[in-house]
C-alpha cells in the first residue's frame, strides 16, 4: 500500500526566505504527483501538477521536482510571503483496479508559518 | 469555470436523521471522488465515480450511500450515522479517467459534518 511522508511536519520562518518542503513515497509506480495548499477548515487549493514522465514544473514563486525512481518530490518556495501560511499537501496518483481512476493518497502536510 | 461547489457548507444531525451532501461541476469532468478529512489529518478517500459507474469503494460503511445522477453531479447520502462521524467531506472531479497521467485533481471547499 502507498504511503507517502512529508518532512517538516511544520515550518515557521520569517518572510522573504526560501523554502523547500518534502515529500516521499514509497511505490514509485505513480500517475502523477499533485501538490495542494489548505488554510484552516477550508478545502484544497491545487497548487502544481508533476506527470510521472516529468521531472519538475514551475508557477510563479513555486518550483516542483519530481525523482519517482527515488520516491522523492520537493516543492520550492521562493521569497516567502505572509499570505503562503497555510498547510502544504502532497498527494500522489495511482492506476486503480480496471485500469481507471484513483483516488489521491495523500500525506499529512506540512504546517507553515511566514513571519511578517 | 474551474469550479467545484459543495452544499450545504455546514450540516449538523443527529444519529437518526437523514441527510444529503450535494456537488456539482461543470467542466465536463467524468470522474468524481468523495474524501473525508478529519481533524488535522490527511483527506481519505471514500468514493470513485468513472464516467457515473462507482468504480471504488474504499469499504466505506454502508451509512454512507453515494449517488451520481449524471455527469455534472455526486451526491453523498447519509443515514444513522456516528459521532465519530464528524469531519470535512470533500469531493472534486478529475477530466479523464483513463488518462490519469496528465490530469490535476479539483477539489470544492467541503462541507463541515457534526453528528450529536
Known amino acids: 500500500k502507498q504511503e507517502v511522508t512529508q518532512i517538516p511536519a511544520a515550518l515557521s520562518v520569517p518572510e522573504g526566505e526560501n523554502l523547500v518542503l518534502n515529500c516521499s513515497f514509497t511505490d514509485s509506480a505513480i500517475y502523477n504527483l499533485q501538490w495542494f495548499r489548505q488554510d484552516p477548515g477550508k478545502g484544497l487549493t491545487s497548487l502544481l501538477l508533476i506527470q510521472s514522465s516529468q521531472r519538475e514544473q514551475t508557477s510563479g514563486r513555486l518550483n516542483a521536482s519530481l525523482d519517482k525512481s527515488s520516491g522523492r518530490s520537493t516543492l520550492y518556495i521562493a521569497a516567502s510571503q505572509p499570505g503562503d501560511s497555510a498547510t502544504y499537501l502532497c498527494?500522489?496518483?495511482?492506476?486503480?483496479?480496471?485500469?481507471?481512476?484513483?483516488?489521491?493518497?495523500f500525506g499529512k502536510g506540512t504546517h507553515l508559518i511566514i513571519q511578517p | 469555470d474551474t469550479e467545484v461547489t459543495q452544499t450545504p457548507k455546514h450540516l449538523v444531525m443527529g444519529m437518526t436523521n437523514k441527510k444529503s451532501l450535494k456537488c456539482e461541476q461543470h467542466m465536463g469532468h467524468r470522474a468524481m471522488y468523495w474524501y473525508k478529512q478529519k481533524a488535522k489529518k490527511p483527506p481519505e478517500l471514500m468514493f470513485v465515480?468513472?464516467?457515473?459507474?462507482?468504480?471504488i469503494n474504499e469499504s466505506v460503511p454502508s451509512r454512507f450511500s453515494p449517488e451520481c445522477p449524471n455527469s455534472s453531479l455526486l451526491n453523498l447520502h447519509l443515514h444513522a450515522l456516528q459521532p465519530e462521524d464528524s469531519a470535512l467531506y470533500l469531493c472534486?472531479?478529475?477530466?479523464?479517467?483513463?488518462?490519469?497521467?496528465?490530469?490535476?485533481?479539483?477539489f470544492g471547499p467541503g462541507t463541515r459534518l457534526t453528528v450529536l
Open positions: 498527494a500522489v496518483r495511482q492506476r486503480g483496479s480496471g485500469g481507471g481512476a484513483d483516488g489521491l493518497t
Open positions: 472534486a472531479s478529475s477530466q479523464d479517467p483513463f488518462a490519469s497521467n496528465r490530469y490535476e485533481q479539483f
Open positions: 465515480y468513472s464516467y457515473e459507474k462507482l468504480s
